[in-house]
C-alpha cells in the first residue's frame, strides 16, 4: 500500500478510541500505525495511505464519536522519513547536529515534523507521541547545523502558532554519547 498521507484522530475515551478505530478500518483502504492509549487517559488513532482514503477514513472517525474528539487531522503529501521516525527504525547515517521540537499535542508535533523534514536537509530520528510524556509528544532530527536550524524553526513555527510550543533546540556539537544512549 502506498502510505502519502497520514491522518491522526485523538479521543478523550478509550472506548470511543477502540470503537473509532474499527471504522476508520473498515471505512477506507488504510494501515493502522498507531492505535493505543496515551497520557492523561486519552487514545490516539493513526493512519497512513492514499490521500482519499485517510480523508475518508479520519471523516468516518469523526462522525462516529463527535463529542469524544480533542483533536484531528491529515497531512498529504507526507514526508516519507515521517513513517520510520513514528516507527522508532530511523537509522542515523551520520549524526550532526540534533534538533529538538518539543509540544504539548501529538496533532501539532507531527505537523511540525513533517514541516521539518519538508524545509531543510535533515533526517529526522525519532518522534514520540504522548506516551510516558504527560501527553506531551516531540520529534528529534540531525544534519548538519544551518539546516537543522531552519527546520527545527519552521516546525516550531506551527506548533507556536497554536500556542502549544513547550520548547526547541538545537545542539550543534551533541556528545555521540547522547545519540548512543538517548537516541
Given at each position: 500500500m502506498?502510505?502519502?498521507?497520514?491522518?491522526?484522530?485523538?479521543?478523550?475515551?478509550?472506548?470511543?478510541?477502540?470503537?473509532?478505530?474499527?471504522?476508520?478500518?473498515?471505512?477506507?483502504?488504510?494501515e493502522l500505525i498507531i492505535s493505543r492509549t496515551i497520557c492523561s487517559g486519552k487514545f490516539m488513532v493513526i493512519v497512513g495511505g492514499s490521500v482519499a482514503a485517510v480523508q475518508a477514513s479520519v471523516e468516518a472517525g469523526l462522525g462516529l464519536q463527535p463529542t469524544s474528539v480533542i483533536d484531528s487531522m491529515v497531512i498529504p503529501n507526507i514526508h516519507p522519513d515521517v513513517f520510520p521516525a513514528l516507527a522508532g527504525s530511523s537509522e542515523i547515517k551520520e549524526p550532526g547536529a540534533l534538533g529538538v521540537i518539543e509540544s504539548f499535542s501529538v496533532a501539532s508535533l507531527l505537523q511540525a515534523a513533517?514541516?521539518?523534514?519538508?524545509?531543510?536537509?535533515?533526517?529526522?530520528?525519532?518522534?514520540?507521541?504522548?506516551?510516558?510524556?504527560?501527553?506531551?509528544?516531540?520529534?528529534?532530527?540531525?544534519?548538519?547545523?544551518?539546516?537543522?536550524?531552519?527546520?527545527?524553526?519552521?516546525?516550531?513555527?506551527?506548533?507556536?502558532?497554536?500556542?502549544?510550543?513547550?520548547n526547541k533546540v538545537v545542539i550543534p556539537a551533541p556528545s555521540p554519547q547522547l545519540f548512543k544512549d538517548y537516541i
Open positions: 502506498k502510505k502519502n498521507a497520514i491522518g491522526l484522530i485523538e479521543l478523550n475515551s478509550i472506548a470511543a478510541g477502540l470503537e473509532v478505530t474499527d471504522a476508520m478500518l473498515k471505512t477506507a483502504e488504510v513533517d514541516e521539518a523534514a519538508k524545509t531543510a536537509s535533515v533526517q529526522l530520528i525519532d518522534i514520540r507521541l504522548a506516551m510516558a510524556l504527560g501527553g506531551k509528544a516531540f520529534v528529534t532530527m540531525t544534519g548538519k547545523v544551518g539546516a537543522v536550524r531552519a527546520a527545527v524553526d519552521a516546525g516550531a513555527a506551527i506548533v507556536a502558532e497554536k500556542g502549544l510550543l513547550v
